[in-house]
């Protein structure tokens, strides 16, 4: 990143002169309304709330066509395009440090066309470098706020509408509104620049600039979008000759895989301005990955630990024919224990998969077992929960996956459909901790959440039928036939009573 943001500066120092005697150099503004950003949950122009809570990082690329992006407006009417087509693109990235704080960088490179040369270069330029960090404020299941701050760093092209040639700040905030169907988005932010007047009826200074948006989730990755955005320059609301612009816009996204996401879309301008272009169309790649801190390595153990063949010595001399006791049987894989099934060891994932490794094939076999054995769980629920590293809907969609696989193992043992059902609930249910409890381990935690938890959801009443269930079941992937389990109710057997010797009382009370 250091050395883009020093190949930007040599660049930037360079290409700018290069054309800087055709043009006139008054044109030294930043004129673009709508920039990438590498938040979580947002829309393209309109920036997410969400801050990552762990150490991430995050590349993101993206390239736009804008059709007349500058106007020179005059009571109203447009009397010149200095630039009339321009085809721009960014580098970005983005590194979290820790819990709701991160901090990106931003690298534009931009070509253009005009009708007026003698008000903008054309050719080939880049804009002003922005750094920014990110502050997460508030951080809920429905409402998530963030503040910003970010630094435009004055290397751009000075005569083509790229870059402006003092340094400028920007402030804002971040706010959505989460529910099941998606968000509803609000961005905010102040732009501080000194007063210029680089056109003799543009005045150009500080601005206000707002964005209303709203993402829609359809599905699992993929989610579509809209918004309006909008900028005024304070100083120029008197004449309104270009310092007033607007622009509306709609794009999907679709995450390809956890950690590439792509989208698409288009903008058309309702409020003609400088920056904002009678066509927009976009495109975004976005590539994000995450990484822990690893726990220090654990001091050396000064002993040793005794060998084996010591301890089975040092038994036999001080037990004799302790070797000829047979060793206690193992736990059950599988037990009822309240209204869940506890398991001796639990159900065993790829990294990031939803693939049953193969160690936990035999639970699965016992799980089926039971079931069969066990007919008076009428209905069980198969819940899959993750823990809080990562992304909310990567968690809930991983969750779901891999509760949907205990499924398709289950009814692959023979376990009828009619008694299962599946749900992932994400991070939003974490593994209960006991009352008064110390605090674990950040990584034993997060171990625990990452589980599959089956639950009773249902008995049988007392004397109420088994259920008819057909021999066979189609699987709903392959419609291969499979044989179902026999189900059975295990006979109730009365405890035995104690035999007591009669004589016993007459014995105590002789003794009284």
Do not use: C
């Not at 939803?354 to 039971?370: G, R």
Request: aromatic residues 6%; glycine residues 12%; proline residues 9%.
């Amino acid at each position: 990143m250091i050395a883009l943001l020093v190949a930007t500066g040599v660049l930037g120092g360079l290409v700018p002169g290069a054309l800087a005697a055709e043009s006139d150099p008054s044109a030294s503004v930043d004129v673009e309304l709508l920039r990438p950003a590498l938040g979580d949950g947002g829309v393209y122009g309109i920036e997410g709330a969400g801050v990552p809570d762990k150490w991430a990082w995050r590349v993101g690329l993206a390239t736009q066509y804008e059709r007349a992006p500058v106007l020179i407006l005059t009571e109203g009417l447009v009397t010149s395009r200095p630039v009339s087509d321009r085809v721009g693109g960014w580098a970005g990235f983005s590194l979290g440090l820790g819990r709701r704080v991160a901090v990106q960088a931003f690298v534009p490179l931009q070509w253009q066309s005009g009708d007026d040369t003698l008000v903008s270069a054309d050719g080939a330029g880049l804009g002003d470098p922005r750094l920014g960090a990110r502050w997460g404020l508030v951080h809920t299941q429905l409402f998530d706020a963030t503040l910003r701050a970010d630094l435009y760093i004055p290397l751009g092209r000075k005569d083509a509408w790229m870059g402006e040639t003092s340094t400028r700040a920007a402030f804002g905030a971040s706010a959505a509104l989460n529910g099941g169907f998606g968000a509803v988005l609000l961005d905010v932010g102040l732009v501080a620049r000194p007063l210029e007047t680089p056109q003799p009826r543009l005045d150009w200074g500080p601005a206000v600039e707002l964005g209303l948006g709203v993402r829609a989730d359809l599905l699992p990755g993929f989610s579509v979008g809209g918004g309006w955005v909008a900028r005024a320059v304070l100083a120029g609301l008197a004449t309104q000759d270009g310092e007033l612009a607007s622009e509306v816009l709609v794009n999907a996204r679709y995450d390809v895989t956890p950690t590439v996401s792509l989208s698409g879309g288009a903008g058309v301008g309702v409020q003609p301005g400088v920056g904002v272009p009678t066509a927009r169309g976009f495109v975004t790649a976005t590539f994000a990955d995450a990484f822990s801190r690893r726990p220090p390595k654990p001091e050396p153990v000064v002993e040793a630990p005794p060998t084996k063949e010591a301890v089975t010595a040092l038994l036999e001399e001080e037990i004799p024919g302790v070797t000829d006791v047979a060793p206690p049987p193992p736990p059950p894989l599988v037990r009822i224990f309240g209204d869940e099934l506890a398991f001796r060891e639990e159900i065993a994932f790829a990294p990031n998969s939803a693939e049953i490794l193969p160690s936990s094939h035999e639970l699965l076999d016992a799980i089926a077992s039971l079931l069969a054995s066990e007919g008076r769980i009428a209905h069980l629920a198969i819940e899959g929960h993750a823990s809080e590293e990562g992304d909310l809907a990567y968690n809930w969609d991983l969750s779901d996956r891999r509760a949907r696989a205990v499924w398709e193992a289950l009814l692959v043992e023979g376990v009828s459909p009619q008694r299962m059902s599946w749900r992932g609930v994400g991070e939003v249910i974490p593994a209960p901790v006991a009352k008064g409890a110390p605090p674990a381990p950040v990584s034993r935690v997060a171990a625990e959440n990452r589980r599959v938890v089956l639950r009773i959801a249902r008995r049988l009443a007392q004397g109420e039928a088994l259920p008819e269930t057909p021999a066979t079941t189609l699987l709903p992937w392959s419609g291969e036939a499979v044989a179902l389990e026999a189900v059975s109710i295990p006979e109730f057997t009365a405890p035995k009573p104690e035999f007591v010797d009669p004589t016993f009382f007459d014995e105590q009370e002789e003794e009284e």
